[in-house]
């Protein structure tokens, strides 16, 4: 393997614990440190492809 070879070996899936118990190891970086961010452009219900989207497939007739 090169210096710059990369893969992800392991998985990302927590484990069945009992009741009130929690798994905080299932991942290196788990998500409820990372600082709150913006839903991505393409993915925010004001996109209008959404609404392009919705009339194409399910004959939508509304503009808004």
Same mark, same amino acid.
């Given at each position: 393997?090169?210096?710059?070879?990369?893969? &992800?070996?392991?998985?990302?899936?927590?484990?069945?614990?009992? /009741?009130?118990?929690? &798994?905080?190891?299932?991942?290196?970086?788990?998500?409820?440190?990372?600082? /709150?961010?913006?839903?991505?452009?393409?993915?925010? /219900?004001?996109?209008?492809?959404?609404?392009?989207?919705?009339?194409?497939?399910?004959?939508?007739?509304?503009?808004?």
């Amino acid at each position: 393997m090169s210096e710059f070879e990369a893969f &992800d070996n392991h998985t990302h899936v927590a484990k069945v614990v009992g /009741p009130g118990d929690k &798994d905080h190891d299932y991942d290196a970086l788990p998500c409820y440190l990372l600082p /709150p961010s913006q839903d991505p452009a393409m993915g925010r /219900p004001e996109n209008p492809l959404f609404l392009e989207a919705w009339q194409k497939l399910y004959g939508h007739k509304y503009s808004c």
